[in-house]
């Protein structure tokens, strides 16, 4: 192991190299080393054309993380999970400058594993009948003139996607702290994601490691169980300058994010006030709990990061919230903290947490919409030139027991209001979300929803359940107008239930406090 400059780190990489980074989302990048890689290229020129490699793909919305690499002639290609934390390489993508690829976050970060294995791919029946299916997109953004990755194969007579193998020329880590040898401990981080997988992944390709740490100290200040990726994985180890190393995006350190329920270090609520339509689709999300007896539960991003917010509001606890990035119980975070947790009960790593999801680990999963379409199928992952990507929405969704999706009926400039228990939509959202076709199919509902025991459409004035390949309306707002609010505000039909009934009028009446919101 070396200790070198980040400038010095920058260097290292050639051109047309496969560069993998490590952080999850919002939380644990190495933005010192993504800093000084652009720096170089903007003024050498070099190093040109790399493929990048990302599981949850790190970033701010803004200019940090990831977004410090979407320079024309820096990145050819991209092969990611979650984008919507990048916009500055979706905006690449949808401009034809970069070669993009979308494939599901849980199958990136399976494949480090599988590539430090010298397997082929990952096989899998993940991802069939949706956009990464070769027989659509194969999981390409906007390059439908550039060869599919994705391969469909047949294996005892059934179909599976093959994801490939492909060798990892340099890997971007980082940790807390590490010895002389580079044993690497993360005590400080929020989560683990797949720092040791895509070192092995890059050792076993001949490729190099080099980790971003606080500080380098003796082998005696580091107890042996703290050792998240031993030394003999690393070559290169640069110190970072606290300004690139904040815990998360959204805090530079947060104890309750590394502490267990019984510390002692109060909570800092660092969550958004709730938007009004937002805050009743979680509170009629949450209720969906109460048929089940200390569920396992996974929470996506964006609306349904809310319900953790409403939940301990509430004084919900017996939930075992989980996270994708391996977060277990706690409260998940939200915002730019999103995929850390307050007082988890335990952190383990991106690979295994799938491993749990994809084979059936979740009892209800409450997952976001962009779209819905004919007989429910959903988008996530693109809309119009905005770029989210599927990240782990489709290991979650073909596997959970029971989905409920989130999302307001509409959306573009949405205004609601509650008053004597009733919703009024004062001003009704330009972008119809329930659609004759999607733009992209993340869930089909076709191959998936007969398989789960139930999949809902929450959203704040109406719900609706997947039932015999055509979407429900079970349950109406108070003060909704059936076909003026909702039958004529949706462009695939909607079948109405011979019973349908009001949604909870406590839903509204606590609402009340809460004026205009736009959505």
């Known amino acids: 192991m070396q200790v070198i400059t980040a400038e010095q780190a920058s260097h290292l990489i050639n051109s047309e190299t496969t560069l993998s980074t490590g952080g999850f989302g919002s939380c644990g990048h190495p933005e010192a080393l993504t800093a000084a890689l652009a720096k170089r290229f903007l003024e050498t020129g070099q190093p040109q054309n790399l493929t990048l490699i990302f599981a949850a793909g790190q970033g701010d919305k803004g200019e940090r993380g990831l977004n410090r690499l979407a320079i024309p002639g820096l990145i050819k290609r991209v092969i990611g ?32 594993r599988t590539i430090a294995a010298g397997a082929p791919g990952v096989i899998t029946k993940l991802g069939l009948g949706t956009f990464i299916d070769p027989d659509q997109d194969g999981g390409r953004i906007d390059c439908q003139d550039t060869p599919a990755l994705v391969r ?8 599976y996607l093959l994801y ?46 080099i980790a971003q740490v606080e500080e380098v100290c003796g082998s005696e200040e580091l107890a042996l169980n703290d050792i998240r990726v031993p030394g003999i994985l690393i070559d290169f180890v640069v110190i970072s300058e ?70 301990r509001e509430t004084g919900i606890h017996n939930l075992g919230l989980t996270v994708e990035s391996g977060a277990i119980g706690g409260f998940p975070a939200g915002g730019m903290s999103f995929g850390a947790s307050v007082s988890p009960e335990a952190i383990i790593d991106q690979p295994s947490i799938f491993d749990f ?19 429910g199928h959903v988008n996530v992952a693109k809309l119009g030139k905005r770029i989210n990507g599927v990240g782990g929405f489709v290991n979650i969704a073909e596997a959970a027991r029971n989905l409920v999706f989130c999302g307001t009926f509409t959306a573009g400039g949405l205004e609601t209001h509650c008053a004597n228990g009733r919703l009024i939509i004062l001003k009704e959202g330009c972008i119809r979300k329930f659609r004759a076709n999607v733009e992209k199919i993340c869930f089909n509902a076709h191959f998936t929803a007969p398989q789960k025991a139930m999949v809902l459409y929450v959203t704040e004035r109406c719900v ?48 009340q406090a809460v004026t205009v919101t736009s959505v």
């Open 152 to 159: 469909k194969i047949l294996l005892e007579g059934e179909s």
């Open 242 to 311: 606290k300004s690139h190393h904040w815990q998360t995006y959204g805090t530079q350190y947060n104890a309750g994010f590394v502490s267990r329920p019984q510390a002692t270090e109060p909570y800092r609520d660092i969550s958004e006030p709730i938007p009004l339509a937002k805050r009743i689709i979680a509170q009629r999300a949450l209720m969906e709990i109460e048929h089940f007896d200390e569920p396992v539960v996974n929470l996506g991003i964006g609306l349904p990061e809310k319900i953790a917010t409403v939940a």
């Open 164 to 209: 490939p193998a492909l060798p990892i020329n340099c890997v971007f880590i980082r940790g807390t702290r590490c010895d002389r040898r580079g044993n690497l401990t993360m005590e400080a981080e929020a989560n683990f994601h797949d720092v040791l997988t895509q070192a092995m992944a890059a050792r076993n390709s001949g490729g190099i490691i």
């Open 464 to 511: 609706l359940r997947w039932q015999s390949g055509q979407l429900l309306l079970i349950e109406i707002a108070p003060g909704i107008d059936l076909v003026q609010d909702i039958l004529n505000q949706s462009d695939t039909p909607i079948k109405v239930s011979p019973t349908l009934k009001l949604m909870p009028a406590s839903l509204f009446e606590t609402a």
């Open 357 to 375: 999801y994809n084979g059936g680990g979740i009892d209800i999963a409450f997952l976001g919409f962009a779209e819905v379409g004919a007989e």
């Open 81 to 112: 999970g979650y984008w919507a934390l990048t916009p500055m390489l979706g905006t690449l993508a949808v401009s034809g400058k970069i070669e993009a690829h979308n494939w599901p976050q849980g199958v990136i970060s399976h494949l480090y």
